[in-house]
């Protein structure tokens, strides 16, 4: 009798604890382990790798440091190429976007350079590696137009570069602090088509948190990234990324910037971060997407030495 019961006992462990995960696991807020052992990785990801600034990481990683980040971050999504959102042009209050490399013998208003070129190195490096790039910048108060220009002319003929990003939080941020002005359907429009005439496959990139600073309509190709922090936990993350900004910009091509310090307390509690997060949000999502890891916290979770790394 007392080998029934237990016998009994261990079916229904068997059988009716899975019901129960099944279907109470996935309430919202609940994170059931599969989520993380998803042996496959989602076809859509694109694009994955890190953001590069100035101002993120310190000290500056070496050209191979880099792409060892970079590559670490693809392999963890199979298909997805080696990329960086790679920052040439800051902004420096009150208005001005500070590019970082030499004039080319004019002055610009609301535009500064420096005396040496602290990319072209590593451009160099991404060329010869296999890495791919889009040239971000905050631009401030300077001419949008000018900008592509200088940027693009600059540094267009490297393989690497793939496309001109503009992180819109900055864009006339002196007219509104801290959130930057909106983007009209008219200069999204125009801005597109002069990245694309240096180059008709190069992309644009538009970046912010509030989709409300993006074009209202016009959508041509462009990219749209969500750089989004200080969220509540995983589950906040999801719904942002997901229904607020890649289903509103559904079919255009979606980028993520993931990492903040201000997430650490939950991410840090994942068992593979990027790896978690990134094929979390690619699995319920219908377009093409990219993943980017911050430089705020790269060494936390991704190598950024010099030494070699395989490539998957």
Request: include cysteine.
């Given at each position: 009798?007392?080998?029934?019961i ?6 229904i462990n ?20 599969s989520?993380?052992?998803?042996p496959?990785?989602p076809g859509?990801?694109v ?5 590069s ?6 000290p500056?990683?070496?050209?191979q ?5 970079m590559v670490?971050?693809?392999?963890h999504f199979g ?10 042009g ?6 001005t976007c500070?590019?970082f490399?030499?004039?080319?013998g ?9 005396d ?8 160099q ?8 790039v889009?040239?971000?910048?905050e ?6 137009n000018?900008?592509i ?22 864009f006339?941020?002196?007219e ?5 002005i909106?983007?009209?359907d008219?200069?999204a429009?125009a801005w597109e088509?002069r990245v694309?005439?240096?180059n008709?496959?190069y992309?644009?990139?538009?970046k912010?948190?509030?989709r ?5 309509k ?12 200080m ?5 906040a993350?999801i ?8 289903d ?14 201000s997430d650490?307390?939950?991410?840090k ?8 997060i990134?094929?979390?949000i690619a ?6 997407c ?6 705020f916290?790269?060494r ?13």
């Amino acid at each position: 009798m007392e080998y029934k019961i237990i016998r009994h006992l261990a079916i229904i462990n068997l059988v009716v604890f899975p019901i129960i995960l099944l279907l109470f696991g996935c309430r919202k807020g609940m994170i059931i382990r599969s989520e993380f052992e998803e042996p496959i990785s989602p076809g859509n990801i694109v694009y994955a790798g890190v953001r590069s600034s100035s101002y993120g990481i310190k000290p500056f990683p070496v050209p191979q440091g880099w792409q060892n980040a970079m590559v670490a971050m693809s392999n963890h999504f199979g298909g997805s190429i080696p990329s960086g959102i790679w920052i040439v042009g800051e902004f420096k209050r009150p208005d001005t976007c500070r590019l970082f490399f030499p004039s080319d013998g004019k002055k610009y208003t609301n535009i500064q350079f420096e005396d040496k070129d602290k990319h072209e190195r590593y451009l160099q490096y991404f060329d010869r590696v296999g890495i791919k790039v889009f040239l971000q910048v905050e631009p401030a108060n300077a001419d949008m137009n000018t900008l592509i220009d200088l940027v693009l002319n600059r540094y267009k003929h490297h393989e690497c570069v793939i496309g001109f990003g503009v992180d819109v939080e900055w864009f006339r941020e002196s007219e509104n602090p801290e959130w930057g002005i909106k983007v009209d359907d008219r200069s999204a429009e125009a801005w597109e088509a002069r990245v694309k005439s240096h180059n008709s496959q190069y992309r644009l990139f538009l970046k912010h948190w509030d989709r409300d600073w993006m074009p209202k309509k016009y959508r041509g190709d462009i990219i749209f990234v969500d750089d989004s922090q200080m969220l509540k936990d995983f589950d906040a993350m999801i719904e942002e990324f997901v229904d607020y900004w890649a289903d509103y910009f559904k079919p255009n091509t979606v980028f993520f910037q993931i990492g903040y310090r201000s997430d650490r307390p939950w991410w840090k509690r994942l068992p593979n971060p990027p790896r978690n997060i990134g094929r979390a949000i690619a699995r319920r999502i219908d377009q093409e997407c990219g993943i980017f890891w911050v430089d705020f916290t790269l060494r936390d979770v991704l190598p950024s030495s010099g030494s070699k790394v395989d490539e998957k």
